[in-house]
């Protein structure tokens, strides 16, 4: 599994990271964003690490941008950023 970092910033703000064996007692559970914790909960050892990480990313900034989303919406979004990330060169227009 790619290393993730421990901690992105957002909007300004801290966002902390974790990697767990199981999110909210839930072992179907893959990923999971907890706002009240400024939180993004990956579970340990999937394969779409990096699927479930942005879908997570996108919760956060509906959440604090207060954006009126639902779930499909999310979903849709989330995973065409990663097909779009994911087979693309962007030449390292995102590198500072």
């Given at each position: 599994?790619?290393?993730l970092p421990k901690e992105i910033i957002v909007l300004?703000?801290?966002?902390?990271i974790k990697v767990v064996p199981v999110i909210n007692k839930d072992e179907t559970t893959l990923g999971?964003?907890?706002g009240t914790e400024n939180t993004i909960y990956i579970k340990q050892g999937i394969p779409s690490v990096g699927e479930v990480f942005l879908h997570?990313?996108?919760e956060c900034i509906k959440d604090?941008?207060?954006?009126?989303?639902?779930?499909?919406?999310?979903?849709?979004?989330?995973e065409v950023l990663?097909?779009?990330i994911k087979t693309n060169d962007f030449g390292g227009i995102f590198s500072c």
């Amino acid at each position: 599994m790619t290393e993730l970092p421990k901690e992105i910033i957002v909007l300004g703000k801290v966002v902390h990271i974790k990697v767990v064996p199981v999110i909210n007692k839930d072992e179907t559970t893959l990923g999971e964003w907890v706002g009240t914790e400024n939180t993004i909960y990956i579970k340990q050892g999937i394969p779409s690490v990096g699927e479930v990480f942005l879908h997570e990313l996108v919760e956060c900034i509906k959440d604090k941008c207060d954006l009126q989303m639902n779930h499909t919406i999310i979903c849709v979004l989330s995973e065409v950023l990663y097909q779009v990330i994911k087979t693309n060169d962007f030449g390292g227009i995102f590198s500072c």
